[in-house]
T-cell receptor, first 116, second 112 residues
Framework: DTEVTQTPKHLVMGMTNKKSLKCEQHMGHRAMYWYKQKAKKPPELMFVYSYEKLSINESVPSRFSPECPNSSLLNLHLHALQPEDSALYLC???????????????FGDGTRLSIL | ELKVEQNPLFLSMQEGKNYTIYCNYSTTSDRLYWYRQDPGKSLESLFVLLSNGAVKQEGRLMASLDTKARLSTLHITAAVHDLSATYFCAVLEGGGADGLTFGKGTHLIIQP
């Protein structure tokens, strides 16, 4: 079991649907991340939230909309996705306090997304 | 742009053998991480290397960091089947909250 919980584990949606991915952690981490991982590829950074504010957006298309409602939750809202967006979406969290920012990012199990 | 290169990308080896995975990176960062990923699973943190000359060991795995050469190694000693997985090195370039840049990963198969 991981300390970062992602739901749902699997999601199949059509290109016109709207859905959301959810991520939750209770480790007191103030940095949270979304990564996208295609099959047999490394994870690629999408977004970084620092103290609940978006600090990094890696030029992700607007059909992906992140949201951080509080320090424990991170959402990724999906709308009008394309088949090439099918991938494993990983959430991660890490500490931010001085002296602890070098600790590893803790990853959730991911949501496996398929776009029909 | 930060680049992280791993080699080999695929490695098939027999139980009991030793081998080393290499990770080169293009930045002056001194923060390097090793992760393991089993098929269909998430990433498990293995090692955090934060300074030049850092060496860490856990069981049959040992990781080291040479910041001057911008090189990290993951050494496997007397491999066992349970170590079969994909291993990623990742570099943290910025300060505070920053995304990891991953190498392409090394797909390791250990055969009995």
């Amino acid at each position: 079991d991981t300390e970062v919980t992602q739901t749902p584990k699997h999601l199949v949606m059509g290109m016109t649907n709207k859905k959301s991915l959810k991520c939750e952690q209770h480790m007191g981490h103030r940095a949270m991340y979304w990564y996208k991982q295609k099959a047999k590829k490394p994870p690629e950074l999408m977004f970084v939230y620092s103290y609940e504010k978006l600090s990094i957006n890696e030029s992700v298309p607007s059909r992906f909309s992140p949201e951080c409602p509080n320090s424990s939750l991170l959402n990724l809202h999906l709308h009008a996705l394309q088949p090439e967006d099918s991938a494993l979406y990983l959430c991660a969290s890490s500490r931010l306090w001085s002296g602890e920012s070098n600790q590893p990012q803790h990853f959730g199990d991911g949501t496996r997304l398929s776009i029909l | 742009e930060l680049k992280v290169e791993q080699n080999p990308l695929f490695l098939s080896m027999q139980e009991g053998k030793n081998y080393t995975i290499y990770c080169n990176y293009s930045t002056t960062s001194d923060r390097l991480y090793w992760y393991r990923q089993d098929p269909g699973k998430s990433l498990e943190s293995l090692f955090v290397l934060l300074s030049n000359g850092a060496v860490k060991q856990e069981g049959r795995l040992m990781a080291s960091l040479d910041t001057k050469a911008r090189l990290s190694t993951l050494h496997i000693t007397a491999a066992v089947h349970d170590l079969s997985a994909t291993y990623f090195c990742a570099v943290l370039e910025g300060g505070g909250a920053d995304g990891l840049t991953f190498g392409k990963g090394t797909h390791l198969i250990i055969q009995p």
